[in-house]
């Protein structure tokens, strides 16, 4: 009995915060619409308080010089926002005398004008006006960050120099916006009304269940005086109860290897409506070792599940007596592992080698 007013309260809950407009959304896509009602009472279960705590995660604390970045050159592979709620992924290539190859840095840069720039935001500032902000890449591939489970979450984002520049100037791999022809001097078939849009993937436990556009550069307005390449933050909003974001670029200029443009952007000011379901210090409690790990890691008792950085679940498993999962079927790379145990659920970020 007391379980069943619990996930009626629940209900009632999750679709007085979504809005009636949800509900009738949900009712015709019944295999998200399950997982979501699961998941969001599964966390008020575990405590009877339903509204948890806000927090704002801005990069500040993120030891830098004035006007520096870091690249990911200390191998260290990872770093974390304010509160440890988040975490971002990096992977440096110690190739060709090292360079940052793909995920994430964080910078304080202002230089909106130097040409190939990857450090700096087309704003010239953070958020704030004086700190530190991201800089994503989907150079390689799409680029994500996992975090503590929010009722929602806001943030902003913006151009990076390097493709801000690239976009108003063209460049020897990609064109200048609005220009009919490509980086060769081709016709390319845009008639100039070329765009750089910044899709955002929300998920909760793998299952995708929200997602949004932002136009980082848009010429294809009838009035000219109207086109533009974004020198601001945008703000942008996800509603939904999430735990993951994944970003991808796509760009009206393309060729034979994907997206001419340059694959960069920008996020500061991340604002989370955190549930007290979960330990706000919970991203602490779950210790894997080897890490990195090649073959197998040490994660703990429970229902472990292996999430991609793009939301895809790869390994899911219950541990009881052997607490070392077998993670050489995995890719080299950057993943989440998500520990469930009764009313506790615990995640870490784990380092694939081969």
């Given at each position: 009995?007391?379980?069943?007013?619990?996930?009626?309260?629940?209900?009632?809950?999750?679709?007085?915060?979504?809005?009636?407009?949800?509900?009738?959304?949900?009712?015709?896509?019944?295999?998200?619409?399950?997982?979501?009602?699961?998941?969001?009472?599964?966390?008020?279960?575990?405590?009877?308080?339903?509204?948890?705590?806000?927090?704002?995660?801005?990069?500040?604390?993120?030891?830098?010089?004035?006007?520096?970045?870091?690249?990911?050159?200390?191998?260290?592979?990872?770093?974390?926002?304010?509160?440890?709620?988040?975490?971002?992924?990096?992977?440096?290539?110690?190739?060709w005398g090292g360079y940052w190859a793909s995920g994430w840095?964080?910078?304080?840069?202002?230089?909106?004008?130097?040409?190939?720039?990857?450090?700096?935001?087309?704003?010239?500032?953070?958020?704030?006006?004086?700190?530190?902000?991201?800089?994503?890449?989907?150079?390689?591939?799409?680029?994500?960050?996992?975090?503590?489970?929010?009722?929602?979450?806001?943030?902003?984002?913006?151009?990076?120099?390097?493709?801000?520049?690239?976009?108003?100037?063209?460049?020897?791999?990609?064109?200048?916006?609005?220009?009919?022809?490509?980086?060769?001097?081709?016709?390319?078939?845009?008639?100039?009304?070329?765009?750089?849009?910044?899709?955002?993937?929300?998920?909760?436990?793998?299952?995708?269940?929200?997602?949004?556009?932002?136009?980082?550069?848009?010429?294809?307005?009838?009035?000219?005086?109207?086109?533009?390449?974004?020198?601001?933050?945008?703000?942008?909003?996800?509603?939904?109860?999430?735990?993951?974001?994944?970003?991808?670029?796509?760009?009206?200029?393309?060729?034979?290897?994907?997206?001419?443009?340059?694959?960069?952007?920008?996020?500061?000011?991340?604002?989370?409506?955190?549930?007290?379901?979960?330990?706000?210090?919970?991203?602490?409690?779950?210790?894997?070792?080897?890490?990195?790990?090649?073959?197998?890691?040490?994660?703990?008792?429970?229902?472990?599940?292996?999430?991609?950085?793009?939301?895809?679940?790869?390994?899911?498993?219950?541990?009881?007596?052997?607490?070392?999962?077998?993670?050489?079927?995995?890719?080299?790379?950057?993943?989440?592992?998500?520990?469930?145990?009764?009313?506790?659920?615990?995640?870490?970020?784990?380092?694939?080698r081969n």
């Amino acid at each position: 009995m007391h379980e069943q007013v619990l996930f009626d309260r629940s209900f009632s809950l999750f679709f007085s915060l979504m809005g009636s407009n949800i509900y009738r959304k949900f009712k015709k896509m019944k295999i998200f619409y399950s997982i979501l009602l699961f998941t969001v009472t599964f966390h008020f279960a575990g405590n009877a308080q339903n509204k948890g705590f806000t927090r704002i995660t801005t990069f500040d604390s993120l030891t830098l010089g004035n006007e520096s970045h870091w690249d990911g050159s200390d191998q260290s592979g990872i770093f974390y926002g304010e509160h440890g709620f988040w975490d971002f992924q990096n992977e440096y290539d110690t190739s060709w005398g090292g360079y940052w190859a793909s995920g994430w840095t964080y910078s304080n840069e202002t230089d909106i004008a130097t040409v190939g720039n990857q450090f700096s935001s087309y704003a010239g500032v953070d958020v704030s006006g004086g700190g530190n902000y991201l800089i994503g890449t989907t150079a390689i591939s799409d680029v994500g960050a996992s975090f503590l489970l929010s009722e929602g979450i806001n943030f902003y984002v913006t151009n990076s120099t390097y493709t801000a520049i690239s976009m108003r100037e063209g460049d020897v791999y990609a064109k200048k916006f609005g220009d009919s022809t490509d980086a060769s001097g081709m016709v390319d078939g845009t008639n100039g009304e070329d765009w750089l849009k910044l899709s955002i993937y929300a998920y909760t436990f793998g299952t995708l269940i929200d997602s949004v556009e932002i136009y980082l550069a848009d010429y294809r307005f009838s009035n000219d005086s109207l086109d533009y390449i974004l020198d601001t933050w945008e703000a942008v909003n996800l509603s939904f109860p999430t735990d993951s974001i994944r970003f991808s670029l796509s760009s009206s200029d393309t060729g034979l290897f994907g997206m001419n443009t340059p694959g960069y952007f920008c996020l500061d000011h991340i604002t989370g409506d955190y549930y007290t379901g979960i330990e706000e210090n919970v991203v602490d409690a779950l210790e894997i070792y080897p890490n990195p790990a090649i073959d197998f890691v040490n994660v703990g008792k429970g229902h472990v599940e292996v999430y991609s950085m793009t939301g895809k679940k790869l390994i899911a498993q219950f541990l009881s007596g052997e607490n070392r999962l077998n993670v050489s079927s995995l890719s080299a790379g950057m993943y989440q592992v998500i520990v469930r145990n009764k009313h506790q659920i615990s995640r870490a970020s784990l380092i694939k080698r081969n």
